[in-house]
């Protein structure tokens, strides 16, 4: 009936929708409450009105009771809090002195999980004395003093953990000999740079309690991911038994998938089409949902999209129902918490009928009772995508969930291949604890917090890693160890966030307030001049970017136009780390130095329609990371068709396609990735294409991509053929940040590269 009502209002020459898939109904799969389960615990629970534990849940706490580490991947709102509540509230009601660890990756999830926590130790005696505290970046210092002092149950953060408990362990002595449990909440979301880094921290977490005599069990929960346990133990650093069969119920639901049409009237860069933003597309459909009475959430890709989303539905509603428009609210971070728990209440209370929302609310935060979920643009990986959808229909009843694609080359395969969304296992977290640009500084936080012996280093295999930094005057070896250099302080200068090197301080010039930061790396094509910089929903204009200095001055202004970096970038192979030939193609996975260099900017119209472009003249930046690459002989490319005055337009087309796609295979963000391609390549002497990992050292995409291969460019290819564009889009072959102003770009010579690749290589 919901979906009736969203197809209904699309114009009659219209067909944007290109898949429905009706999902059935689970039925709950119970167990019985442990026997090791310490009675006060099941008096809590039963008065919560739980009254048995899902299969998944005794599982998974079973092991963990044992001393297994374990984790435990199933779907969203599968009760995955109580796999670790159980043998946490056991050990504390039975030990005294027992303390546990949580960590989640944002603070909104870890104020929800120990609300839900404090409602279970509040009602009993024997478990009021566990004192379940909040120590992140909001807790006041009153606070987090009593937190020392007093709670057995933590919850933060990896930055906290980083930055303060390590750090200052010799205060928290007594929690860490105690330590018997860690819990690692969503622990899909560690990937990348921040999820390697996160690994070394944890170490570094392993590694202090056995200092002070403790072995903690970790506990982690995910959603559904591929290879959950090995993932989970390649971030713990030790064996982790997954679980994965989920007990849990829930009702039928509607997955419909959704393209906007092109808009004939509006032209981008070089005169391609443009789709009708997903933004927009989402608004109409959740105001329709919404006249339906459907509690609704839409899902977008930024702060300052969730509000535009918000206000456009409110428009439209009240020229149906006044009273309508005042239910409905944007989400995000940057509210105050207070805000946020009264829109969450309002939601879950039916006082507000729908929310646009950034990913804030894709993790953990309770909101049952939803009909349906809008997602504007898909969310960069499947894992992602799933947890969003889950927010709807979590009383059991049935639900809607709308996938409405934007214009981008993964988006539109997926709106045209349903099975890598419904059928496909989700993708593996990709992570590399071993890159010595993310090693070197953990390296150094280990050696303050304590000397790191020569067992250590070996273990990490880190020996070259540590010479280079005592050449650089950062670490010395000695009789007993490695040592860190007195005026050292290894812990601020790591953003364990992403950010290699130093930072830039974007600061608001008539106010004089910090907004934020951005490593130099990033600066030039995120904050140069003239750049839109969008802070908490506001929207600022850059006035000037000074590197030395580390300073972006911004002024507020709310332009009806955003902004996108124009690079040009040259690639030099400085390592082969794997090479396969095929005859006339070659692949390899590469080390290389990336030399990139901001040279202008494109202003586009909030339509998509590209207003004008601006050159810069910005400093040169040059990156040491890695690349999976290809080769192809041009006699190959003649033979398929691709004439050598086609190769540079067909081998960029291809090459920007890869981009847009290698998320379906590695957990990342197009932004984390970039790509070179040249129809002769100076190491090569042949038409090449990399693509690279856009942090030093690499985060693991580059090397997924070189073992996913033949299905990650074949989904390239099925991408590009199944937009509907006749000469490239970007839907498919364009790229919002070409140094080259997409242009050459050959769509149909991409396709016969691809093609030809994929037939050799399969």
Same mark, same amino acid.
């Given at each position: ?39 006060? #615990? ?47 509230? @056991? ?76 750090? @200052? ?138 509000? /535009?989303? =918000?206000? @456009? ?33 309002? /939601? ?98 280990? =050696? ?58 974007? #600061? ?30 506001? =929207? ?53 130095? #990336?030399?990139?260099? #901001? ?164």
């Amino acid at each position: 009936m919901l979906l009736g009502r969203v197809v209904a209002g699309v114009s009659g020459n219209e067909d944007p929708l290109t898949f429905t898939a009706q999902l059935p109904a689970r039925s709950a799969r119970f167990a019985e409450w442990p026997e090791w389960l310490h009675p006060s #615990v099941v008096r809590s629970l039963r008065e919560h009105s739980v009254t048995a534990p899902w299969i998944h849940q005794r599982a998974a706490a079973d092991l963990a009771h044992s001393g297994n580490h374990v984790v435990v991947a199933t779907g969203t709102a599968s009760g995955k809090s109580l796999a670790y509540q159980l043998p946490v509230l @056991t050990a504390m009601a039975s030990d005294p002195l027992a303390t546990a660890l949580y960590l989640s990756p944002t603070k909104a999830l870890g104020s929800d999980q120990l609300r839900a926590v404090l409602s279970l130790t509040d009602f009993d005696a024997e478990l009021r004395g566990t004192n379940p505290s909040a120590y992140d970046g909001d807790t006041s210092q009153e606070l987090r003093t009593w937190a020392r002092e007093n709670s057995r149950w933590l919850f933060t953060n990896p930055d906290m953990l980083h930055i303060s408990l390590l750090r @200052t362990h010799q205060r928290w002595a007594h929690f860490f000999r105690n330590l018997k449990y860690v819990i690692v909440d969503e622990c899909h979301s560690y990937r990348g740079v921040f999820g390697s880094n996160v690994a070394l921290i944890v170490r570094r977490l392993r590694r202090i309690a056995a200092r002070y005599g403790a072995e903690p069990t970790f506990i982690l929960a995910s959603a559904t991911t591929a290879d959950p346990g090995i993932a989970a133990s390649r971030l713990i650093g030790a064996h982790c038994t997954e679980v994965t069969d989920d007990g849990s119920p829930h009702g039928p639901r509607t997955v419909a998938l959704w393209e906007p049409p092109l808009v004939p009237a509006l032209t981008g860069e070089n005169g391609s089409p443009v789709r009708r933003p997903a933004g927009a597309e989402a608004a109409r459909i959740m105001a329709d949902l919404m006249i339906e009475g459907a509690r609704t959430l839409t899902f977008v890709r930024s702060r300052r999209g969730a509000e /535009l989303t =918000a206000m @456009t539905t409110k428009r439209l509603l009240a020229e149906v129902d006044t009273d309508l428009a005042e239910r409905v609210a944007s989400y995000r971070a940057g509210y105050l918490a207070e805000d946020r728990r009264e829109l969450e209440a309002a /939601l879950a209370d039916g006082t507000l009928l729908g929310a646009a929302t950034t990913n804030a609310l894709e993790l953990g935060v309770d909101i049952a009772g939803l009909d349906a979920v809008v997602v504007a643009g898909f969310p960069g990986t499947v894992a992602s995508f799933w947890q969003q959808a889950g927010r709807s229909g979590r009383r059991g009843e049935g639900s809607l969930v709308v996938l409405i694609a934007r214009d981008d080359p993964l988006d539109t395969y997926l709106v045209h291949h349903p099975s890598a969304i419904l059928e496909k296992p989700v993708e593996a977290t990709v992570t590399d604890p071993g890159n010595p640009y993310i090693l070197g500084p953990q390296l150094l936080c280990a =050696a303050m917090e304590l000397p790191l012996s020569d067992a250590e280093v070996n273990s990490f295999g880190a020996i070259d890693v540590l010479t280079k930094l005592a050449e650089e005057g950062k670490i010395r070896r000695r009789a007993h160890g490695w040592f860190i250099t007195a005026d050292a302080n290894p812990h601020g200068s790591l953003d364990i966030r992403g950010g290699i090197g130093t930072q830039v301080a974007i #600061v608001d010039g008539e106010s004089g307030r910090m907004l934020g930061t951005v490593d130099t790396g990033r600066a030039p094509a995120t904050v140069h001049p003239g750049a839109v910089h969008i802070h908490q929903g506001d =929207a600022y204009v850059v006035d000037e970017l000074d590197l030395e200095v580390g300073l972006a001055l911004v002024h507020a202004e709310n332009p009806d136009w955003t902004t996108s970096a124009r690079e040009t970038t040259e690639i030099i192979i400085t390592e082969q780390l794997e090479h396969k030939n095929y005859g006339d193609i070659t692949v390899a996975l590469v080390r290389v130095e #990336v030399t990139h260099q #901001v040279v202008g900017y494109l202003r586009r119209l909030n339509s998509g329609e590209v207003l004008d472009s601006i050159e810069l003249d910005m400093p040169a930046h040059t990156l040491e990371t890695r690349a999976v690459m290809y080769t192809v002989t041009p006699e190959l490319l003649e033979s398929v068709g691709v004439s050598p005055e086609r190769f540079p337009g067909a081998l960029h087309a291809a090459e920007h396609a890869a981009i847009g796609l290698l998320p379906l295979v590695a957990i990342c963000d197009r932004g984390d990735i970039g790509g070179v391609s040249t129809a002769i390549h100076a190491d090569t002497g042949l038409p090449t294409v990399f693509v690279y990992d856009g942090h030093a050292g690499g985060a693991g995409f580059a090397d997924r991509g070189h073992s996913e291969l033949s299905r990650w460019l074949t989904a390239t290819r099925d991408a590009i053929t199944s937009c509907e564009c006749a000469h490239g889009c970007p839907s498919c072959v364009y790229s919002p940040k070409c140094g080259n102003g997409n242009d050459p770009l050959d769509k149909d010579g991409a396709v016969k590269i691809l093609t030809a690749i994929i037939d050799t290589i399969s």
